[in-house]
């Protein structure tokens, strides 16, 4: 399978061609003179998951933030290359980028509901954005995301009680059904589970498995059982590079690079 | 692999793992020896001994399953770690048929010993060390983790097919000349086909080293030589017919 050089786009033999959602072309990452990751290409699928494991520091969140310019709040960090969303380049001057961040949503470590009510969490975005005119609207995009999100059993008699008196797991699925409010087409997901117990997380790796037949995901993950578990396909990051790239099957039962290999199976010094 | 474990009592689990599998296979290679001597030796006893030892055998199989049940459920290995568990619960399982069968050859050694002693023997003799060469290269292969020589080993077995298509027919041969040989003749006929599959579960432990190492099944269809099945000798129509007219 495809062991990448980091400026060759990983060719694919014998995998039958999937839309690509992001393709990133020979992405670096500097903060200030000291460069974060070096010139990652990599093509994302549409409707799948893409889990990007890698030790801490390798600069798989680095990355993550970039493909929705999340970097860009950083004032000392600059980023070379072309990621093309769609057919869009995203760093093109001309776009908007909290438009941006609608079409391609985050979902962060620590589960962040606002200080407001279940409902408004959720509708704060549809409301911002334009989505929702009427009362009627809200309450139907409030529930349907809640539902998609698999919280809404649990919360339907409690809409506005505040978001923070949920549970962690809970809290998370709150904030994954804040993201999809906004009907994004991608959704990045910065180990989202880490701060979960199993059971909690048992559940938002069944909600991302259904969530994926109408986003496209990344997640970032310490847990390789978790990469292994939710991800078609896995790349590995290590320094800054991308080492290896390809389906997760593959990855995890026999990993085209040494690299890889000492990684998940525990070796790397 | 060079590189520890981070975790060390990881790493020794599978270290115990590779001994173990060592043990059985130079176990499962000793008994094939021995049974075998028995037989070119006409050996009753050490015969019996083949069959008691083959409990050793079984028993390292069953803590090797335990070891490696234990394994996949506390360590979740991956890549490499995972493949050297499967490839091990294979291998244990083909070294304990191996086992099984050395030890039917001693069973049929100790019946055999009491009816005079057949020329066959002596080609069967050729077979099981054939087939231990086999056992001793592949279990090479499986400590340097060297697909290659695996290669050679699964490639190795037509050579074992065809004595044994051979030996079937000479067999027969016999049976029609005297039916007094048909008993001896046919404990040699299981003798020769216990072997023959000692050498098929030989090519599949070289198949489960391929897969350790390279992580994918060899490429292609092994060569079977092995026509028994298909091999009819009829019964000599006149003394110029001594010999086999094999129809394959």
Not at chain 1, 116 to 141: E, Q
Not at chain 2, 153 to 169: G, K, N, P, W, Y
Not at chain 2, 197 to 222: M, S
Request: hydrophobic residues 40%.
């Amino acid at each position: 399978m495809s062991a990448i050089s980091s400026n060759d786009l990983p060719t694919e033999a014998g995998v039958a061609p999937v839309a690509s959602k992001i393709r990133a072309d020979r992405v670096s990452v500097y903060y200030g003179e000291k460069r974060a990751i070096n010139e990652i290409s990599i093509d994302i699928q549409a409707n799948q998951v893409t889990a990007f494991i890698g030790p801490s520091g390798c600069g798989k969140s680095t990355f993550l933030r970039c493909l929705n310019r999340m970097n860009d709040t950083i004032d000392i960090c600059r980023v070379t290359g072309s990621i093309v969303l769609d057919d869009e380049d995203i760093y093109d001057p001309k776009v908007d980028v909290v438009q941006l961040r609608a079409r391609v949503g985050m979902v962060f470590q620590k589960p962040n509901p606002f200080p407001k009510s279940i409902y408004d969490n959720i509708a704060y975005g549809p409301r911002i954005h334009g989505l929702v005119s009427n009362r009627t609207d809200t309450d139907r995009v409030v529930e349907a995301s809640l539902k998609r999100a698999g919280l809404w059993e649990e919360v339907k008699d409690r809409l506005l009680d505040s978001g923070t008196g949920l549970s962690g797991g809970q809290q998370q699925r709150l904030c994954i059904a804040r993201a999809i409010a906004v009907q994004p087409e991608v959704i990045l997901m910065d180990e989202p589970c880490s701060s979960l117990d199993p059971i909690a997380t048992a559940r938002i790796e069944e909600l991302i498995d259904e969530l994926r037949k109408n986003f496209t995901i990344i997640i970032v993950t310490h847990s390789m059982q978790q990469a292994a578990r939710v991800s078609q396909r896995t790349a590995f990051f290590h320094l800054g590079d991308m080492i290896e790239y390809g389906d997760t099957e593959q990855v995890f039962t026999n990993p085209a690079e040494q690299k890889t290999q000492g990684y998940i199976t525990g070796r790397f010094g | 692999m060079s590189d520890e474990h981070i975790v060390k009592s990881f790493g020794e689990e599978l270290e115990r793992i590779d001994q173990l599998i060592v043990e059985m296979g130079g176990l499962a290679e000793t008994q094939l020896a021995s049974a075998i001597r028995a037989l070119v030796r006409r050996d009753a006893e050490l015969a019996n001994q083949v069959v008691d030892g083959d409990a050793r055998i079984d028993e390292l199989e069953s803590d090797v399953n335990e070891r490696i049940i234990r394994l996949l459920a506390l360590r979740q290995p991956m890549a490499g770690d995972l493949r050297v568990a499967i490839a091990a619960l294979k291998i244990s399982n083909e070294l304990e048929r191996i086992g099984d069968y050395a030890k039917n050859v001693a069973k049929r050694t100790v019946v055999l010993v009491q009816s005079p002693a057949m020329p066959a023997t002596l080609a069967i003799s050729r077979m099981g060390t054939l087939v231990q060469g086999m056992i001793k290269a592949v279990l090479d292969a499986y400590v340097a983790r060297d697909a290659l020589a695996a290669e050679d080993v699964r490639l190795a077995d037509q050579e074992v097919d065809q004595l044994h298509t051979s030996m079937f027919r000479e067999l027969l041969t016999y049976m029609m000349e005297d039916p007094r040989n048909i008993t001896p003749c046919t404990h040699l006929l299981f003798i020769a086909k216990n072997i023959e599959r000692i050498g098929d579960h030989t090519t599949n432990i070289a198949e489960n080293v391929h897969f350790l190492v390279r992580g994918e099944d060899p490429d292609g269809a092994r060569p079977k030589r092995d026509r028994s099945s298909s091999t009819m000798v009829k019964p000599a129509s006149s003394a110029a017919a001594a010999g086999t007219s094999g129809n394959q």
